[in-house]
């Protein structure tokens, strides 16, 4: 299951990284908080060179991440995965602001409005 998500980076884990039975590997967890009424905080996962790249953000950045979900089952137990495969900066959603006066908001100058 592929999905998009949007949110704030509140955190960089420390990198962690190995070698098993397919060679050395890498992997980064970072946190990001959604907005909307109400914000989840979601551990995201970036495997290989995908890790590397996490170090491009800073927490407090606004951010659009493509992710894979997956569950597997080891011992009677369920764990879930969300990894990363995309990710990239984006604006910060001004959300708390009201939207700019239009035409209609505006009212008709009178008379008593000439500067003279």
Known sequence: ??????????????????????????????VIDTPGEYPRKICISAWG?????VSGFNEGDEMEVS??????????????????????????????MPPPPGAEDIPPPSEDDLPF
Not at 3 to 23: A, H, W
Not at 72 to 80: A, L, S, V
């Open 1 to 30: 299951m592929s999905i998009v998500l949007t949110g704030r980076l509140l955190q960089i884990l420390p990198q962690q990284s190995g070698t098993g039975k397919n060679g050395p590997w890498v992997k980064q967890d970072f």
């Open 49 to 53: 060179d995908k890790a590397q790249e």
């Open 67 to 96: 992710v894979n979900i997956e569950s597997r089952e080891f011992n009677e137990r369920w764990y879930t995965d969300v990894k990363a495969w995309r990710f990239q900066k984006t604006a910060p959603s001004n959300t708390d």
